[in-house]
């Protein structure tokens, strides 16, 4: 079977990454994502097809622009790596096609929102709502032997309790500090993975990302290179410790 196939995964892992840089470009400018061809960021020139080969072109272009010979982040590369060897990686956990794709649409939304909080300080709705939808629709799957919960009431809840939690975080800053603590996209994210990972997880993740906040603060406090005040995506981290709790679940 085809999927049995390494490079065809990496190859088509490649290519998503390459769409989903598309996705981290055009969504929070609010462009087409389809039916605009690529054009470089700084000279708006479009990209011929052979400078647009996912991983290669890049690597051929030393991340720069044919044009303007403006440079080219790495993030382009990075996603695109990214995007390849996670599926060829899950083809050595997963079998189950219906598996597969379900897990590579939340991990592949999980990149473009990383990113996307990463740049911008913003989660676009049509992401994390993309997460709640398909928290749903995996419901309907009872034969995944994804480490889910398919509860619908567990479901439920968890999504209510993982956007409350953020949004009274957000409250009492307000109230107290009167600064924005975080933004109610981190409450919709929290929300998604209530809506994947049921009740238990949203505090687990919540805790975690905390504390990776925290690893990731500190040592910038101590140096003098940021205050209290200064505003860090949260974004990033919920995610980081959605995929930690996800695979500690899958390792027991
Ligand atoms: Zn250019």
Redesign the pocket.
């Known amino acids: 079977m085809l999927l049995n196939n390494f490079l065809f995964l990496f190859i088509i892992g490649a290519v998503i990454g390459s769409f989903l840089n598309v996705c981290i470009y055009r969504l929070p400018k609010n462009l087409d994502i389809i039916f605009i061809r690529s054009f470089?960021?700084?000279?708006?020139?479009k990209i011929k097809w052979f400078d647009n080969i996912p991983l290669i072109s890049i690597l051929i272009l030393k991340f720069k622009?044919?044009?303007?010979?403006?440079s080219i982040s790495i993030q382009y590369f990075l996603v695109e790596l990214v995007s390849a060897v996670y599926l060829c990686l899950t083809l050595l956990f997963i079998s189950n096609l219906i598996d597969l794709i379900l897990l590579s649409l939340i991990f592949y939304i999980f990149i473009v929102i990383f990113v996307i909080d990463l740049k911008h300080y913003i989660i676009p709705d049509s992401l994390n709502f993309s997460l709640i939808l398909l928290g749903i629709i995996k419901n309907f799957f009872p034969e995944t032997s994804l480490n889910l919960n398919q509860d619908m009431f567990q479901t439920l809840i968890g999504g209510a309790i993982g956007y409350f939690l953020i949004w009274i975080i957000i409250f009492l800053y307000k109230k107290i500090k009167k600064i924005e603590a975080m933004g109610l996209g981190d409450a919709k994210l929290l929300a998604g993975f209530g809506f994947l990972f049921g009740l238990k997880s949203v505090f687990i993740i919540l805790f975690v990302a905390s504390i990776i906040g925290l690893v990731y603060s500190v040592p910038k406090l101590i140096v003098g290179k940021s205050s209290l005040n200064t505003a860090i995506p949260f974004g990033p981290f919920l995610i980081i410790s959605a995929i930690v709790y996800y695979l500690y679940l899958s390792s027991l």
């Open positions: 470089c960021p700084r000279c708006k020139k622009c044919r044009f303007c010979k403006k």
